[in-house]
């Protein structure tokens, strides 16, 4: 196994135990210094990630943006880098990395279950609009997962609800706004591809529903006045079909859709799984 390969293995127990770590020291109230030594060790995890993140980047020649396994990697980093600038923003007031180490962790976890082999990007997958697609989509992530952990806060009543609630409010507009990014930078390289911008498959079906879901919450929010916990459960509810929306389409069937979410599970389907005419022909 590679260096990259070992390390991504090891940071899934590492950061199960951090991130639990953390939750400990909430419930039990360790003092300061405890807090202190979680949040440093938080920092090592997400500085070991980047390490990860980066020697995936030099082997496969892309950024890990093909594949749940590569896909995992991003989100997991995206998630730890807009919970640790959040912090460092709120001069850490409210400690949440651990719960983004925890995420992140679960996320490595997933993305091991599948072939890590690095590919190459075929030249329709060479555009900048992809890379910008996906750097959009790994941040709407981040930003939804802190609106995520926010919403836990509140609901355990750990910290002023009355206090986190802007912060929540301010999560939620700016992940909506990052997944209409998500969205419409997508449909862009779809019309440059087919000529059409949407077709309704599975994965445009899922954004759309997922869109729409954190659209009508903020409307909620601003027009029938959804406050403090009841917004928070809601929150932490919608970031469940966010984890659907972007780690369980891979179990559609193959025809069901061109987004390619992992290599291995396209390359030994045949004509007949992909609908391309009939095979007696």
């Not at 896909?71 to 983004?100: D, F, K, M, N, Y």
């Not at 990007?121 to 709407?140: M, N, P």
């Not at 802007?166 to 862009?188: D, Q, Y």
Request: proline fraction near 4%.
């Amino acid at each position: 196994m590679t260096l990259e390969a070992n390390l991504y293995l090891a940071l899934i127990p590492t950061g199960l135990v951090i991130g639990h770590l953390g939750i400990a020291v909430r419930i039990f109230r360790g003092g300061p210094s405890v807090e202190r030594f979680v949040r440093w060790l938080s920092l090592m995890w997400s500085a070991a990630l980047i390490i990860v993140w980066g020697l995936r980047a030099s082997i496969a020649g892309h950024m890990p943006l093909f594949g749940m396994y590569e896909s995992a990697l991003s989100l997991a980093l995206a998630t730890v880098i807009v919970a640790v600038c959040w912090e460092v923003l709120h001069q850490g007031r409210t400690i949440i990395t651990p719960l983004a180490v925890l995420i992140g962790a679960a996320l490595l976890s997933h993305g091991k279950t599948f072939d890590p082999t690095p590919f190459a990007l075929t030249i329709s997958e060479r555009s900048w609009v992809v890379d910008v697609h996906a750097v959009i989509a790994w941040l709407a992530f981040g930003v939804l997962a802190l609106s995520n952990f926010l919403a836990l806060r509140i609901v355990l009543g750990r910290t002023d609800g009355d206090d986190l609630e802007p912060h929540l409010v301010s999560s939620l507009r700016v992940g909506f706004l990052l997944l209409t990014g998500m969205i419409a930078s997508g449909s862009v390289y779809k019309f440059m591809l087919f000529g059409s911008p949407w077709s309704f498959d599975p994965v445009e079906s899922m954004a759309l529903v997922v869109w729409m879901a954190y659209a009508t919450l903020l409307h909620l929010h601003l027009f029938v006045g959804w406050r403090g916990k009841r917004l928070a459960r809601w929150t932490l509810g919608l970031f469940v079909l966010l984890v659907i929306s972007y780690r369980c389409l891979v179990y559609f069937p193959a025809w069901s859709t061109y987004h390619i979410f992992d290599m291995d599970r396209r390359i030994h389907v045949g004509p007949e799984q992909l609908r391309f005419g009939d095979e007696n022909q």
